[in-house]
């Protein structure tokens, strides 16, 4: 998860609040320490910690939390609040034509963070395309052509030309169907005028409607100075942060950022055209503080169904409720749920299944998790029609063949059906459900899953978690 240590220590701390019916303003005192140690770890500015948890301590003493609110509930709300103000808002990126030029210096990611944003917008349904005007870096026209084609983008670049402004302009008129046309431009090991004179270049034959700057997690915050840097030299409308998923230091420059004028587009949080959100500050710190993201979810499981429609148009969801559920609906299940992303990510969205059930899981156990869905895939491969329609035929014989075909132990091949079973099972009783048995298991999941979703009335309104 984005910033997962910051998120295990900040839920640590809350927990040892449960069970609690009053809070003592020693309690208090306890949490505010935990959270400035948490928080400096992540490399947030000390100044900026003392004043938030002067806020979070005031607050909290002060304020009378609402009749039926637990103590813990009551403080969470507080902390979430407080770190939502800390993040600051999110860059308005409107889903319409437009020209985005991005900037940044060497090794910050502005090349993949141009494809993932080009994805990205493709996923909302527009046209993108990138626009390579780096001339400086080898290798930068290659590479940026390579992440086109695995963002499915369209990509103009001239590996032979040296003129950046020249590329800029012919890209325009090559990319002029496009709606969305994204410029990636040069970086240096430091801002100098060479760059800010370069950029202003490029920026007068384009004419931006909006500048991203693109700035690696690991500045920590140095991202401040270096988004002042930025904003004063060519005018930024907002920042892209990368290489969330690799630093400790990401706290301080997420909360680094809203010390400038700047706002906060984009999270890269890992190395695939998918790895990329918008950055949302409600969902964001909901997350950090195990309560789930729903907004994040619903858009990556809608996502997910909709590549694995395409990707077999005759499969339908809804039809595993109606008929026997197959091996073959399984395995779409497990395809839909690798196009939803990394796993540990999606468990991080779901109210009451992140935070903190993960905290008590082992580094490596969704690793795991993802390794035996392969493996589940490559079995099926070995697998015949007869069998994947009807997996109760594989008896001790066909497992035989099957582990020999497939090149997997047979005690795989026995998770793999039992696996199968227990979803069977499962569908089963759902088939057999109406909708008011429906709405009290949701609200028992809700009440049993460990975060504040039964507490606080639910986990869906508005912008964030309390419905604010």
């Known amino acids: 998860m984005v910033l997962d240590d910051l998120g295990s220590?900040?839920?640590?701390?809350?927990?040892?609040?449960?069970?609690?019916?009053?809070?003592?303003?020693?309690?208090?005192?306890?949490?505010?320490?935990?959270?400035?140690r948490s928080l400096?770890?992540?490399?947030?500015?000390?100044?900026?910690?003392?004043?938030?948890?002067?806020?979070?301590?005031?607050?909290?003493?002060?304020?009378?939390?609402?009749?039926?609110?637990?103590?813990?509930?009551?403080?969470?709300?507080?902390?979430?609040?407080?770190?939502?103000?800390?993040?600051?808002?999110?860059?308005?990126?409107?889903?319409?034509?437009?020209?985005?030029?991005?900037?940044?210096?060497?090794?910050?990611?502005?090349?993949?963070?141009?494809?993932?944003?080009?994805?990205?917008?493709?996923?909302?349904?527009?046209?993108?395309?990138?626009?390579?005007t780096d001339t400086d870096r080898p290798g930068a026209y290659d590479q940026s052509k390579q992440m086109a084609e695995r963002a499915e983008v369209e990509f103009y670049?001239?590996?032979d030309a040296d003129?950046?402004?020249?590329?800029?302009?012919?890209?325009?008129?090559?990319?002029?169907?496009?709606?969305?046309?994204?410029?990636?431009?040069?970086?240096?090991?430091?801002?100098?005028?060479?760059?800010?004179?370069?950029?202003?270049?490029?920026?007068a034959a384009v004419e931006p409607d909006r500048n991203l700057l693109v700035i690696d997690a690991a500045m920590g915050q140095s991202a401040k100075d270096q988004a002042q840097e930025f904003e004063d030299a060519i005018g930024i409308d907002g920042v892209t942060i990368t290489k969330l998923d690799g630093t400790a230091k990401g706290g301080g420059a997420l909360a680094a950022v809203d010390q400038t004028d700047s706002t906060i587009a984009f999270l890269g949080t890992g190395e695939t055209v998918k790895d990329i959100e918008r950055f949302e500050p409600s969902g964001f710190i909901s997350r950090l503080l195990g309560m789930g993201d729903l907004k994040q979810l619903t858009e990556?499981?809608?996502?997910?169904?909709?590549?694995?429609?395409?990707?077999?148009?005759?499969?339908?969801?809804?039809?595993?409720?109606?008929?026997?559920?197959?091996?073959?609906?399984?395995?779409?299940?497990?395809?839909?749920?690798?196009?939803?992303?990394?796993?540990?990510?999606?468990?991080?969205?779901?109210?009451?299944?992140?935070?903190?059930?993960?905290?008590?899981?082992?580094?490596d156990a969704m690793d795991v998790t993802q390794e035996r869905m392969r493996d589940f895939e490559v079995i099926m491969d070995s697998m015949t029609e007869a069998e994947l329609e009807n997996p109760r035929v594989v008896g001790q014989s066909r497992t035989e063949r099957i582990a020999r075909g497939s090149g997997k132990p047979e005690e795989r091949i026995r998770e793999l059906l039992q696996q199968h079973k227990q979803m069977d099972q499962m569908l089963n009783q759902f088939q057999g459900m109406g909708e008011g048995d429906m709405e009290r298991m949701m609200q028992q999941m809700q009440q049993q899953g460990g975060g504040p979703g039964g507490g606080m009335g639910g986990m869906g309104g508005g912008g964030g978690p309390f419905g604010d």
Not at 14 to 35: A, M, Q, T, Y
Not at 306 to 331: I, N, Q, V
């Open 300 to 363: 990556r499981v809608e996502r997910a169904m909709e590549e694995t429609g395409e990707e077999e148009g005759e499969w339908e969801p809804e039809d595993m409720m109606e008929g026997s559920f197959t091996l073959k609906d399984m395995r779409k299940q497990m395809e839909a749920m690798n196009n939803m992303g990394p796993l540990d990510q999606v468990m991080d969205m779901i109210p009451g299944l992140g935070g903190g059930l993960m905290d008590q899981l082992p580094d």
């Open 40 to 132: 400096l770890q992540a490399d947030v500015d000390v100044g900026l910690v003392q004043e938030l948890s002067d806020n979070i301590e005031s607050r909290a003493l002060d304020e009378e939390p609402p009749a039926g609110t637990t103590p813990r509930d009551w403080v969470l709300r507080i902390v979430y609040e407080e770190l939502v103000d800390l993040v600051g808002e999110s860059t308005e990126i409107p889903l319409e034509n437009q020209t985005i030029m991005l900037a940044g210096l060497y090794g910050s990611g502005k090349t993949t963070t141009a494809a993932k944003m080009a994805w990205w917008f493709s996923k909302k349904g527009l046209r993108p395309a990138i626009i390579q």
């Open 9 to 36: 220590s900040l839920r640590g701390t809350l927990d040892d609040l449960r069970g609690k019916s009053r809070i003592s303003e020693e309690d208090i005192e306890g949490i505010v320490k935990e959270i400035q």
């Open 157 to 159: 670049g001239d590996e």
């Open 163 to 203: 003129d950046p402004v020249k590329i800029a302009r012919d890209g325009l008129a090559a990319t002029e169907d496009a709606d969305v046309r994204i410029v990636d431009t040069a970086g240096r090991d430091g801002l100098n005028e060479e760059l800010i004179e370069q950029i202003e270049r490029i920026g």
